[in-house]
């Protein structure tokens, strides 16, 4: 197994590569004058099952790497490449809800499927609805779980509580 990181979440890749115990994966993330990405793997990945650590909320770049690490990696014949999302961006767009819009959250997994993915791993999609846009097997984990956990270490008395919802779609996940 390798784990590699994009730019999005370094801090987070280096923690889950400690934690997996495995060292990050080398990989050259660089951005040319133009503004045009390159992305290099800097080490043999030649039948490895390889996760890919990337967020793709903006800037758009974020999502433009990961796709051209999940090409990179498909040309470098991993054996199976995992996208490990923490934040799925656009995932907010996940329906046509006035005329001449486009399902963004779709169309970004269409990307992804096209560049190669084998599996994709995210936290709190704003709708599970998503997991079903596309062939790709989806994991969609939710972090209330281990919120809702560190809480009762924490024994508080909460009588009265609260929660918000940041807004509509995710009131049902407030309850």
């Not at 490449?81 to 005329?99: E, N």
Request: aromatic share 6%; charged share 20%; glycine share 6%.
């Amino acid at each position: 197994m390798k784990i590699f990181s994009g730019k999005s979440n370094l801090e987070l890749s280096k923690k889950i590569a400690h934690l997996v115990g495995v060292p990050l994966g080398a990989i050259d993330l660089e951005t040319f004058s133009d503004g045009e990405l390159r992305v290099a793997f800097k080490e043999n990945i030649r039948g490895e099952n390889v996760f890919l650590i990337q967020s793709t909320n903006p800037p758009a770049e974020n999502l433009m790497e990961l796709l051209l690490m999940l090409d990179a990696a498909k040309r470098a014949s991993a054996k199976t490449v995992t996208a490990v999302i923490p934040y799925y961006g656009y995932s907010r767009q996940d329906r046509k809800d006035q005329p001449r819009v486009p399902i963004s959250a779709r169309m970004i997994l269409d990307l992804m499927a096209a560049a190669g993915v084998d599996r994709m791993i995210t936290m709190d999609l704003h709708s599970p609805q998503i997991q079903g846009f596309t062939n790709v097997p989806f994991d969609n984990l939710y972090s209330r779980i281990i919120l809702f956990n560190k809480l009762q270490d924490y024994k508080l008395n909460i009588d009265n509580g609260v929660v918000l919802a940041t807004d509509v779609g995710s009131a049902k996940m407030s309850q």
